[in-house]
């Protein structure tokens, strides 16, 4: 199984609302991460987790805030976002952090109203 | 200058010809060099990598590298409109401790 799922597909929030992003995978790897990337663009790093540690925050601001309950598990709790975050939120998973081979999720289509 | 240049393209071809996509970079340090495709609306999907220069063929993808001239290259042979999408190539140092640096993309068009 080299699949990772992420819920939900889509999410429209509005500024005030609070929202999570799940991503899950079963393949036992050790590292995973949090992607934004906007249209016609490349992917851009947020958080990477190794071994359910936050390792690497990409000053990212504080409105998003990740979590890693367990090996398989990440979350991204999203609080007080602005309409310029509205981007597709792609999760990924490695072996081990920073591995070039990672695999991606199909992401979470974000709007903020 | 950006340390991955890709042309955004959009290139588009008829089924069956032979595509060539390709990357060039600034950084001498990178060692890792892949190549990922992304269907619309969908995530990155890992289609090759390579160690070092040199190159690596997988059914009708070969993917080379040129460290010497800091360039790599996706061909693509026989393309079929399946293989309409994305391209984006990503590059790392390795050495566990660096992220990939991943180019614009370009996105490309087979037409039947």
């Known amino acids: 199984d080299t699949e990772v799922t992420q819920t939900p597909k889509h999410l429209v929030m509005g500024m005030t609302n609070k929202k999570s992003l799940k991503c899950e995978q079963h393949?036992?790897?050790?590292?995973m991460y949090w992607y934004k990337q906007k249209a016609k663009k490349p992917p851009e790093l947020m958080f990477v987790?190794?071994?359910?540690?936050?390792?690497i925050n990409e000053s990212v601001p504080s409105r998003f805030s990740p979590e890693c309950p367990n090996s398989s598990l990440l979350n991204l709790h999203l609080h007080a976002l602005q309409p310029e975050d509205s981007a597709l939120y792609l999760c990924?998973?490695?072996?081990?952090?920073?591995?070039?081979?990672?695999?991606f999720g199909p992401g979470t289509r974000l709007t903020v109203t | 200058q950006k340390e991955v240049e890709q042309d955004p393209g959009p290139l588009s071809v008829p089924e069956g010809a032979i595509v060539s996509l390709n990357c060039t970079y600034s950084?001498?340090?990178?060692?890792?060099f892949m190549w990922y495709r992304q269907y619309s609306r969908k995530g990155p999907e890992l289609l090759m990598y390579?160690?070092?220069?040199g190159n690596k063929e997988d059914g009708r993808f070969t993917a080379q590298v040129d460290k010497s001239s800091k360039y790599i290259s996706l061909f693509i042979r026989d393309s079929q409109p399946s293989d309409s999408a994305t391209y984006l190539c990503?590059?790392?140092?390795?050495?566990?401790?660096?992220?990939?640096?991943f180019g614009k993309g370009t996105k490309l068009t087979v037409n039947p």
């Open positions: 990924a998973s490695s072996q081990e952090a920073f591995s070039y081979e990672q695999y």
């Open positions: 393949m036992g790897h050790r590292a």
């Open positions: 987790y190794s071994y359910e540690k936050l390792s």
């Open positions: 950084n001498s340090a990178f060692q890792y």
């Open positions: 390579t160690y070092s220069s």
């Open positions: 990503a590059m790392s140092e390795g050495g566990g401790s660096e992220k990939l640096v």
